[in-house]
């Protein structure tokens, strides 16, 4: 059964649909460094996954098509279709499957920090474990240390510091549900699939999902593009917002 999500639509009325989905442990707000650029000339609907900001948060289990309806519900609601998207994370694995199986629905992609799999190493199920029994506190540390590169952690705490504060508001629950939907994720098969003009992102520091990860990504996607930002990890947005500006504007042909 698919979820209501919270959402918010900024931006001129007639212009151009965006979509933004974030990844799991953030809300809308980590695209705040987008907004002054995007909504200038589109605009741009943010949403929370389930149990996150002021989404529901059922009792999962979750799967990744049950996320990825929740948004297909939400664009069907508003009449929303043959629009642009951008996904960070686990909202990049998402935006695939929706490209994949519902191909009119998306017609240009920006892939933030993707991968076409989730490593085995990473086991988001023993930290969806933690999170379920002693709440997200106990595993903020350990999930936000990905996201930023050293010299950000140094010069900008506050950065840090209002991510992790996001980070230990979202319903552990639900937390742990989306980690246990990462933790399987396979696409090999459906990469193929994707039609819509796809660039994919990777920051040159993110130790999650080092940039080779994109590159197989962007390998499997027809004429799919794929760029390095430097001085960025996981969270490419949030760090060089400069450079992830121009490149998602130049794609979407603003």
């Known amino acids: 059964m698919t979820v209501p999500l919270h959402y918010r639509i900024d931006g001129p009325r007639h212009a151009p649909v965006v979509l933004l989905v ?26 929370d996954h389930r149990g996150h900001g002021a989404s529901p948060a059922p009792e999962g289990p979750y799967s990744v098509e049950d996320l990825a309806l929740d948004i297909l519900r939400l664009l069907e609601e508003r009449e929303f279709s043959g629009i642009s998207a951008v996904g960070a994370g686990f909202g990049a694995s998402l935006l695939v ?35 379920r029994e ?22 900008r705490p506050e950065t840090v510091a209002r991510f992790t504060r996001e980070l230990n508001g979202i319903d552990p629950g639900a937390f742990a549900a989306l980690c246990e939907a990462a933790d399987g994720i396979d696409q090999r098969h459906l990469v193929a699939g994707v039609r819509a003009s796809t660039l994919v992102v990777t920051g040159a ?50």
Not at 229 to 242: F, M, N, S
């Open 22 to 47: 974030p990844t799991f442990g953030t809300t809308m707000s980590v695209w705040e460094p987008q907004l002054p650029e995007l909504t200038r000339v589109r605009r741009v609907l943010r949403i």
């Open 97 to 131: 499957w929706i490209a994949a199986n519902s191909p009119r629905t998306l017609e240009r992609l920006v892939l933030l920090a993707a991968a076409p799999r989730t490593p085995p190493m990473h086991r988001w199920d023993l930290i969806a474990e933690r999170a």
């Open 205 to 254: 520091h993110d130790p999650l999902l080092p940039p080779g990860h994109g590159r197989r990504l962007a390998d499997g996607i027809a004429d799919a593009r794929f760029e390095v930002v430097p001085g960025a990890a996981h969270l490419v947005g949030v760090e060089r917002p400069d450079r992830v500006n121009e490149l998602i504007m130049d794609h979407l042909g603003a």
């Open 134 to 155: 002693e709440g997200t506190e106990a595993v903020a540390a350990e999930l936000s240390l990905p996201w930023f590169t050293p010299d950000t952690m140094q010069q």
